[in-house]
């Protein structure tokens, strides 16, 4: 057997053993409040909004349409996982083509769980001359350590300190697609 076909093994194994922390409606719901609060704090400022991909796509795609404001998209690809289920050193994929400078930017991003490829972002952004960087996470970690983030500007759910996966967020690159948010159990 493959490293490939046992991950994919492991993932499915994952998947028939894990347990549901949030229901599709459960996070539809969510994603809808998060979608009023953003749009009443952002409507005048005229933003960049950028997707953290990977894991931020399926929430840009449920949250953008529902944003009743006109802003303007590009994205950015930053990642400490590389299909790990641990981070390790940041390494910058893309960074967007349209300049920050003088821009409110919303950066819509899957997790925040430790939040320092989160605050690498931000320091990008700021850095790049951005006025101000808001960020819009679908699920925050609750977390008994500092992180650079304590909290996002607009946050859908909380979850617990487990492996999740379910709309962007990923066991082995698998499973961003589930209709829900998932805890892997551990064994």
Same mark, same amino acid.
């Given at each position: 057997?493959? !490293? +490939?076909?046992?991950?994919?093994?492991? =993932?499915?194994?994952?998947?028939?053993?894990?347990?549901?922390?949030?229901?599709?409606?459960? @996070?539809? +719901?969510?994603?809808?409040?998060?979608?009023?609060?953003?749009?009443?704090?952002?409507?005048?400022?005229?933003?960049?909004?950028?997707?953290?991909?990977?894991?931020? @796509? $399926?929430?840009?795609?449920?949250? $953008?349409? +529902?944003?009743?404001?006109?802003? +303007?998209?590009? *994205?950015?690809?930053?990642?400490?996982?590389?299909? =790990?289920?641990?981070? =390790?050193?940041?390494?910058?994929?893309?960074?967007?083509?349209?300049?920050?400078?003088?821009?409110?930017?919303?950066?819509? !991003?899957?997790?925040?769980?430790?939040? @320092?490829?989160?605050?690498?972002?931000?320091?990008?952004? *700021?850095?790049?001359?951005? #006025? #101000?960087?808001?960020?819009?996470?679908?699920?925050?970690? #609750?977390?008994? $350590?500092?992180?650079?983030? #304590?909290?996002?500007?607009?946050?859908?759910?909380?979850?617990?300190?487990?492996?999740?996966?379910?709309?962007?967020?990923? *066991?082995?690159?698998?499973?961003?697609?589930?209709?829900?948010?998932?805890?892997?159990?551990? =064994?």
């Amino acid at each position: 057997m493959t !490293d +490939q076909q046992a991950i994919f093994e492991d =993932s499915q194994n994952a998947l028939k053993n894990a347990k549901l922390l949030y229901s599709t409606a459960e @996070v539809e +719901q969510a994603i809808a409040r998060m979608a009023n609060e953003i749009s009443a704090q952002l409507k005048e400022s005229n933003p960049l909004v950028l997707p953290v991909m990977v894991g931020g @796509v $399926i929430l840009a795609g449920k949250l $953008i349409p +529902q944003l009743n404001f006109p802003l +303007q998209m590009d *994205y950015i690809h930053a990642t400490r996982y590389r299909s =790990s289920t641990s981070g =390790s050193k940041i390494t910058w994929l893309r960074k967007p083509e349209k300049s920050l400078e003088d821009k409110t930017i919303l950066l819509i !991003d899957d997790i925040l769980d430790e939040g @320092v490829t989160l605050a690498a972002i931000i320091e990008y952004c *700021y850095e790049a001359g951005a #006025k #101000k960087v808001f960020t819009a996470v679908l699920a925050e970690k #609750k977390l008994d $350590i500092d992180k650079p983030i #304590k909290k996002a500007d607009f946050t859908g759910v909380v979850i617990p300190d487990h492996y999740v996966f379910g709309y962007g967020m990923d *066991y082995h690159e698998y499973h961003r697609n589930a209709a829900g948010i998932y805890a892997v159990k551990l =064994s």
